[in-house]
């Protein structure tokens, strides 16, 4: 499955090259509804929120109220994945408030699972040079991505890999990485990170891994299916 991404900066839809450098940015809003909105699934990501430099909500809710979304982007409290789910999204994305004094945060993982039960929650596992970055990208942590998979694999219903090494950069995302990570949890995978073709996306589907893209999408290279679903 083919999963468009949508990346809030400062009120705008962007696309950054692995986190820090903007490529492209839109505010056509409604041109991206319309077009995203046969999709069973739609990321919907804050930045602002991530980093910690202010929010886009009143940009979330314009998306969340048309399109099945899953929204992450600075979501670090049960109160705050309560107000995302109450705009209409169908799952949060959780990621940094998992990993605590460089360890998995389980007894985080815990509490949001009884709070909203794991089939609302989505854990989002970012990796740089084979260890996971938090805080938006900006601070590295020593854990494996496959090591924070198999310690949250009981409080989630997905896990979201993004390869920040290849992010933006439409080179494809290396599927070795990939099949490894297939390879040991159960729960639905969500990959992103270079993604840059449809052909791409039918090979990780035989790996039984949904695509999540942004760049492909928003720079032309990749055509959308008039009938994903």
């Known amino acids: 499955m083919l999963i468009p991404s949508i990346d809030l900066m400062g009120g705008k839809i962007v696309q950054l090259v692995q986190g820090e450098k903007k490529a492209l940015e839109f505010d056509n809003f409604e041109e991206w509804i319309l077009r995203f909105s046969k999709y069973?699934?739609?990321?919907?990501?804050?930045?602002?929120?991530?980093?910690?430099s202010g929010d886009n909500r009143r940009l979330l809710r314009q998306f969340t109220k048309r399109l099945s979304c899953q929204v992450g982007g600075g979501i670090r409290s049960i109160d705050c994945a309560q107000e995302i789910?109450?705009?209409?999204?169908?799952?949060?994305?959780?990621?940094?408030?998992?990993?605590?004094?460089?360890?998995?945060?389980t007894a985080t993982a815990e509490q949001f699972a009884q709070r909203f039960s794991a089939d609302r929650l989505t854990f989002a596992v970012d990796s740089k040079n084979g260890r996971v970055a938090i805080s938006g990208w900006r601070?590295?942590?020593?854990?494996?991505?496959?090591?924070?998979?198999?310690?949250?694999?009981?409080?989630?219903?997905?896990?979201l890999y993004t390869h920040i090494d290849t992010e933006g950069l439409l080179k494809g995302i290396p599927l070795d990485a990939v099949r490894a990570l297939r390879g040991i949890t159960s729960r639905?995978?969500?990959?992103?990170?270079?993604?840059?073709s449809q052909e791409e996306v039918g090979r990780l589907d035989k790996l039984g891994v949904d695509a999540v893209v942004g760049m492909a999408i928003y720079s032309g290279r990749m055509k959308l299916d008039p009938s994903p679903a």
Not at 85 to 105: C, F, H, P, W, Y
Not at 139 to 159: G, I, K, N, S, V
């Open 188 to 196: 639905q995978l969500m990959v992103a990170g270079g993604i840059a």
């Open 139 to 159: 601070e590295m942590t020593t854990l494996a991505p496959a090591e924070m998979m198999q310690a949250l694999e009981p409080y989630c219903r997905a896990f």
């Open 85 to 105: 789910l109450a705009m209409g999204a169908e799952r949060v994305i959780l990621g940094s408030t998992l990993v605590q004094n460089d360890k998995v945060n």
């Open 40 to 52: 069973p699934l739609v990321q919907l990501i804050d930045l602002d929120a991530a980093i910690g």
